[in-house]
């Protein structure tokens, strides 16, 4: 069947979940490959609450490609969007849907134009990992409509190309992005460290502070840093190789304790970082800090952790309860200090597990 002849459209429908890295990735080696100057290691969301929703279409009759992220036309000449696509394109392979009477051969993937649809069920750009979810849904999607037969590795260094964070959302559970060596960026990917049944007793708590946008990008934000701070030289290269093995063992032994030492001493000094760029980056805010301090008094008087709490570059709080019964005292605790309808800027909560890779499609 010759695929100009025809007025069909091949469409494919995934769902993938955000992460929320527990040792943080923050500056890069090479910009344009997206490497990182360390390892970091992140938990993958339950993708009820916070995931990415992607279609792809192809069709003889689309002129050019065209992507609408919530609903909006955005553009699509940006570099990272061109890399990933390139990279899929050139893996693609025959597909047939006998169901729908559509032959799509290797060679035709190269003249056909796509259209993207990406939606976010929580806020964009507002630090909760929205690019992480939504460039590895769309390269998930992507290999799917294609038929690549490539394994989650080696999508995940492709996704790395589009966010570095995106790469390990490719998986569920804990997941590891190795930094890798080569200068082609081929040992950069992610690798699962233990699936989303394992330590299935944590409980993710996010509190909405703001759903602006940030206003320093990470991209810039890191590119800043990574120019002007020495901390981030010392922390890349003494500090998080040896977190790095310390939070393996945590997550391996199911040691809560460690877990959150780890989780909140690695956020503060990616805050810390951030601070010691120039000029200075903010990304919490004063409900940060406070939130900060509510968690630190509440597990110094437990004598163990009973939450962890991270912020990625805004100032939202992702908490990690160790349990159900933590994780009630926690919003307890949160309802308490940040009573509904108050005059504080804490405006919403998000409760869930983490979870794994969903094909919606
Ligand atoms: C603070 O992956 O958004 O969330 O690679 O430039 O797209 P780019 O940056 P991005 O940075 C995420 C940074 C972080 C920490 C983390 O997720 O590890």
Partial sequence: ????????????????????????????????????????????????HLCTITTVAVSPSFDRDRMWLNGKEISLSGGRFQSCLREIRSRASDVEDEENGIKIAKKDWEKLHLHIASYNNFPTAAGLASSAAGLACLVFSLAKLMNVKEDQSKLSAIARQGSGSACRSLYGGFVKW???????????????????????????????????????????????????SLLLKHRAKEIVPKRILKMEEAIKNRDFTSFAQLTCADSNQFHAVCLDTSPPIFYMNDTSHRIISIVEKWNRSEGTPQVAYTFDAGPNAVMIARDRKAATLLLQRLLFYFPPNSDTDLNNYIVGDKSILQDAG
């Fill in 1 to 48: 069947m010759a695929v100009e002849a025809e007025k069909w459209v091949h469409m494919v429908t995934a769902q993938t979940p955000t992460n929320i890295a527990v040792i943080k990735y923050w500056g890069k080696r090479d910009e344009t490959l997206i490497l990182p100057v360390n390892d970091s290691i992140s938990v993958t969301l339950d993708p009820d």
């Fill in 178 to 228: 190795i930094m890798g060596k080569d200068e082609d960026g081929r040992d950069s990917l992610a690798v699962q460290l233990a699936d989303e049944k394992h330590w299935d007793d944590l409980v993710i708590i996010i509190a909405v502070v703001s759903s602006r946008q940030k206003e320093t990008s990470s991209t810039t934000g890191m590119r800043e840093t990574v120019e002007t």
